[in-house]
């Protein structure tokens, strides 16, 4: 029967007519999802010709029920327009597969050169054997990350509280200077060590006019009062065991010191006490006691400050304390500081007529120092070390950063040599040129070379052939001291306090 639109039609009946046998035979998969195919087409064997007189039809219910069944499980392992594949297992699963056949084909492995001799396999001996066996064995032992667990970055670091093995407390400690506001919070880590949680610094200035007036200037004092609020609402969110804030020259010299602090307390909620001179030279030893090392017979140790300049002179003899204030023999500090000696000289414009009459003013306040000149023993045995930003300022340009970097410049080492060519460099710059450096940058363009002069002071009277530079100071001898008071770091305590009974404690990455 042929149709002129469509050409050639099947016959009624389903069979094939005469022509079809040339054709090539459908599948029965495309044939079965014809749309024209009722309940009553029935498809004709494999074996059967057109024509045959006798065809082995099944019954018509059964072939209709054997086709439903059929294309529902096709439908079943494909969406629309898809092709008929076994949907994915999820990506644990097939995580967790891949972890079985590898260890199936260990455990394989290791059943296959079992008990065998040296001379069964010639190419691999049995110590060969022996090590890849050893291998597999680790890598079966080693614990697979589950699919869900985020990935873990190689610089990323536990927490120093569980890498110690115990929950480790919080200490904080601030410190109001005259030129700066300084917080820091601190878990302790290896013996005399500490990892740094959350830290604040800005430069509030609160000495500012302090030498002419006597008080401090309601501008200075409203700048302070920001930063510590801002100090404040970082102590209130952690759990922090122990805290000291202590405030230094600035409200010590200053009328209305006391009256400030109790504004301070109102307005913040921070009870600051104000320390004497002592005090603040001790701690200033305590933060920096890791710098100085074991060939070291005796030391200088000067912080130069925004009011006031602190000198410790250290003489350590064979048996050294753990604390290194324990051996400090002389200590004095000057009244005159970055600010003060800036303000008094001016710090913007600098000319080496100036530079001199500032190393001269100082120089008189050192004379009045009584220490005598034989606690400093051969030039390999003793040096320098500063800890102040003028000499992390001088350290920076020096390297030649492009930007400060506490990690490069805390605990670098510069020769008498070094020193005297920064100053020197410093000096020929005018005051936008020292703005413009990245390690000074306009804040402290003004005072830097006021700190210079109260080094080269120092360097006259305790000359050295190299200094060590520490960005550290009170903070860290306020925490380093709490510490130790409380028996953080004692080793009987550290072991008693390890989870799961473990024998050595892993050590932390942190340091004071």
């Not at 699963?93 to 065998?116: F, L, M, S």
């Amino acid at each position: 029967m042929n149709d002129p639109d469509h050409g050639e039609k099947p016959s009624a009946s389903g069979a094939r007519d005469a022509g079809d046998a040339a054709r090539p035979k459908r599948s029965r998969r495309r044939k079965g999802k014809q749309k024209g195919a009722g309940p009553s087409a029935v498809s004709p064997s494999a074996g059967q010709a057109a024509g045959s007189s006798a065809p082995a039809e099944r019954p018509q219910a059964a072939a209709s029920g054997d086709t439903a069944r059929k294309n529902k499980r096709r439908r079943r392992g494909k969406g629309a327009g898809q092709e008929n594949v076994r949907p994915l297992a999820p990506v644990g699963q097939r995580e967790a597969a891949r972890d079985d056949q590898r260890q199936g084909e260990g455990r394989r492995n290791r059943r296959k050169h079992r008990g065998k001799k040296p001379g069964a396999h010639p190419a691999h001996p049995l110590a060969d054997i022996t090590i890849i066996q050893q291998a597999v064995e680790i890598v079966e032992a080693r614990p697979q990350p589950q699919a869900s667990e985020p990935r873990r970055e190689p610089a990323s670091m536990p927490r120093a509280a569980e890498r110690d093995g115990y929950d480790a407390p919080l200490y904080a400690a601030l410190d109001l200077g005259t030129n700066n506001c300084r917080l820091l919070i601190a878990q302790p880590t290896r013996p005399g060590q500490f990892r740094v949680v959350d830290a604040f610094s800005r430069i509030v200035r609160l000495g500012e006019g302090l030498a002419a007036s006597g008080r401090l200037s309601d501008e200075a004092m409203d700048r302070s009062v920001e930063a510590l609020k801002i100090c404040a609402a970082k102590l209130k969110n952690r759990n922090i065991r122990r805290s000291r804030l202590i405030a230094t020259e600035a409200c010590r010299a200053a009328e209305n010191g006391e009256a400030f602090l109790e504004r301070v307390r109102e307005e913040t909620g921070l009870d600051l006490e104000i320390i004497n001179r002592e005090t603040e030279a001790r701690l200033a030893v305590s933060g920096c006691s890791s710098l100085v090392g074991r060939e070291a017979k005796s030391v200088v140790l000067f912080d130069i400050g925004g009011g006031s300049s602190e000198i410790a002179v250290i003489r350590i003899g064979d048996n050294r304390s753990s604390r290194l204030a324990n051996h400090i023999t002389h200590w004095t500090s000057l009244p005159v500081g970055v600010v003060t000696l800036s303000e008094r000289h001016g710090g913007r414009d600098v000319t080496p007529e100036s530079f001199a009459g500032m190393v001269s003013e100082v120089e008189g306040m050192l004379a009045a120092f009584d220490c005598p000149g034989e606690l400093v023993h051969a030039p390999e045995d003793f040096h320098l070390i500063g800890t102040s930003g003028t000499v992390t300022t001088l350290a920076g340009v020096h390297l030649d950063l492009p930007r400060y970097d506490r990690r490069r410049v805390d605990g670098v080492w510069l020769s008498d040599d070094e020193v005297t060519a920064m100053q020197a460099r410093l000096l020929s710059w005018d005051f936008s040129a020292r703005a413009a450096n990245p390690c000074i940058g306009p804040d402290r363009a003004d005072l830097v070379l006021a700190g210079c002069a109260i080094l080269e002071a120092i360097r006259k009277r305790w000359p050295s052939r190299r200094m060590r530079v520490a960005d550290r100071g009170l903070r860290e001898g306020l925490l380093t001291d709490m510490m130790a008071d409380d028996g953080v770091w004692r080793r009987g305590r550290h072991r008693r306090n390890q989870r799961g009974g473990h024998r050595n404690p892993v050590k932390s990455e942190g340091q004071a």
